[in-house]
């Protein structure tokens, strides 16, 4: 069984080659008695700026492994490997029907999941293949031509397709691994297994999604683009079959159900249908670009690096007066700030990085909290309708062209106009007061927070930033109400998925809750 050694540090300038030196050094051993190694967490500590480390989380096999450890097991650092075993898959009864809506993270994992049982799925998505989608979105950045089916939000990959392709998450879940593998499996690249902040790229990840598609195609699944789900079929409180584009009905045992959070018209049908929902809080706010430089120099101490990756910085502060949180979101290291839109006359901000991210520019969502408490009416869509006031504003404000408000952010704080913007935003920025686009608790909990985050990583609060209005996409603003069994608590055999669902944000936790499900469909199905 492997030896895992944690802590293990590296100066800027020196190769990951030296760790096997260094473990040696570390033991009193000869280097040639390791007979293997490999790299398995690799992160960075900037607390003692410029002296950037590496820090290495390092496995490694020797001939006489229990002697070793009889000498040197009371290190804090040092343990044996605990070797992850492959799950068995039983196999699912032949005959079952099984339909997933939406091509996301928890979409695709489900369907890659349910493949492991031997089961291949339906999978519907409202908008169309990648190759086409990014055709659409390309025409709506450069010429302002918006399709409500294809766009960000809408189409095969989700809308993390459109996004930095973070892979970090606050879930602890025995799958993360098996999604890391996946993905690589898929043409990610093999450092996210073990870097402690991985991301892949939009870039790279529109790779991903279509080798993910094919490996299900010749597994037997069935991918149909441009079909939306509009309606339920019930036999009493079980699911019995999906309506598809008004006119088409399809039979289905069980429907995983990931539509994004921003299908607001699925959110409409399942009301309708009495499907329970529930409000759910978000946030709200702006996008705020600065030189990718400058956060380079606060967070490292230096411009630029090779062996350093593009800065990027996780802040938050706590309104003690009002309990509201103003914190960062959706960061993204040399990327460009893109529009987010999937309905006409709104503008929603969005954040973008290729893989290299390199981009001179870094920019991050700075929202603010909100509630039951903010939103008009006790309708479970109120949070949509509050969404939808603020992207109109902006939408009016930015010249009713997709153009987006934006604002110097020194002007922002203290209330001026801006002579002058400018952003990587596309199709283009308008210089607005963004007080005027964004609710008035919003603009001085944003005004306090920045001064905060000022304190905390000197330089933020600049005139080189620029700030871009509005993000309110953070997450859905509505949780589709399940049970323990993972299925809806009105409909049995629907079972909400993801983030669009209201249990999950980001590309990993949807892609582990995709999996949940799927398994949990496979233990319902295997005792009928």
Same mark, same amino acid.
């Given at each position: ?39 398995? @967490? ?52 032949? /005959?079952?029907?099984?339909?997933? =809506? ?19 799925? $339906? ?36 809308? *993390? ?6 892979? $970090?998450? @606050?879930?602890?879940?025995?799958? %993360?691994?098996?999604? +890391?593998?996946?993905?690589? &499996? ?5 450092? %996210? ?7 892949? /790229? ?21 991918? @149909? ?48 249908? *009495? ?61 460009? =700030? ?12 969005? *954040?973008?990085?290729?893989?290299? @991210? ?10 603010? $909290?909100?509630?039951? /408490? ?14 939808? +006031? ?41 210089? $607005? ?30 005139? &080189?930033?620029? +700030?871009? /209005? ?13 049970? &323990? ?8 055999? +629907? ?34």
């Amino acid at each position: 069984m492997p030896l895992l050694l944690r802590n293990l540090t590296l100066s800027l300038g020196e190769s990951d080659e030296l760790l096997p030196d260094r473990i040696a050094a570390k033991f009193s051993l000869r280097r040639a008695e390791l007979l293997s190694w490999v790299v398995v @967490r690799k992160g960075i500590d900037a607390r003692k700026k410029p002296r950037i480390k590496f820090v290495y989380t390092v496995l490694f096999s020797l001939a006489d492994e229990t002697g070793f450890l009889a000498k040197h097991g009371h290190d804090p650092d040092l343990e044996l490997s605990e070797e992850r075993l492959r799950p068995i898959f039983p196999r699912l009864p032949a /005959g079952k029907r099984i339909v997933i =809506v939406g091509t996301g993270p928890a979409g695709l994992f489900a369907a890659l999941r349910l493949a492991e049982y031997g089961h291949a799925p $339906t999978v519907l998505e409202r908008g169309r293949p990648l190759e086409e989608r990014v055709r659409d979105v390309q025409a709506f950045w450069s010429r302002g031509i918006l399709d409500p089916e294809s766009n960000v939000q809408f189409g095969e990959g989700g809308a *993390g397709t459109f996004s930095d392709g973070k892979l $970090t998450t @606050r879930v602890r879940d025995a799958n %993360i691994g098996y999604v +890391l593998e996946k993905l690589v &499996e898929f043409g990610a690249p093999e450092e %996210i297994l073990c870097l402690a902040k991985p991301h892949i /790229g939009t870039d790279r990840l529109r790779g991903v999604v279509n080798g993910i598609r094919r490996h299900l195609e010749g597994r037997g699944a069935v991918f @149909r683009f441009r079909q939306k789900l509009t309606g339920l079929v019930a036999g009493g409180a079980r699911l019995a079959g999906v309506v598809i584009n008004d006119r088409h009905e399809e039979p289905c045992d069980a429907l995983v159900l990931a539509p994004g959070h921003s299908a607001r018209d699925t959110y409409e049908m399942l009301l309708q249908a *009495g499907v329970m929902l529930e409000r759910k809080p978000f946030a709200v706010g702006v996008r705020v670009e600065h030189p990718q430089e400058l956060i380079n120099t606060i967070q490292y101490g230096l411009a630029s690096h090779p062996q350093l990756p593009p800065a990027d910085y996780g802040l938050a502060w706590n309104d003690p007066h009002t309990g509201r949180s103003v914190y960062s979101f959706c960061m993204c290291p040399g990327g460009v =700030v893109v529009a987010g839109t999937s309905e006409p006359g709104g503008v929603v901000i969005n *954040g973008m990085s290729r893989y290299l @991210r390199n981009s001179p520019y870094a920019n991050s969502a700075l929202v603010v $909290t909100v509630g039951a /408490g903010d939103f008009a009416g006790d309708s479970p869509l109120a949070g949509v309708e509050f969404q939808r +006031l603020y992207e109109r504003k902006a939408f009016d404000a930015g010249g009713g062209d997709y153009r987006a408000p934006a604002q110097n952010l020194m002007d922002f704080l203290d209330g001026k106009e801006s002579l002058a913007v400018s952003s990587t935003y596309r199709p283009g920025v308008r210089k $607005t007061d963004l007080s005027l686009v964004l609710p008035a608790f919003a603009t001085a909990a944003l005004r306090d927070g920045i001064r905060c985050f000022d304190r905390k990583m000197r330089g933020f609060m600049t005139a &080189e930033a620029t +700030l871009i /209005g509005v993000e309110t996409r953070t997450s859905a603003p509505v949780r589709i109400v399940r049970g &323990e069994n993972l299925q809806s608590v009105s409909l049995a055999g +629907l079972y909400p998925t993801g983030e669009g669902a209201g249990y999950a944000g980001g590309i990993m936790s949807a892609a582990l809750d995709g999996i949940r499900v799927a398994d949990a469909i496979v233990r319902q199905l295997m005792t009928q």
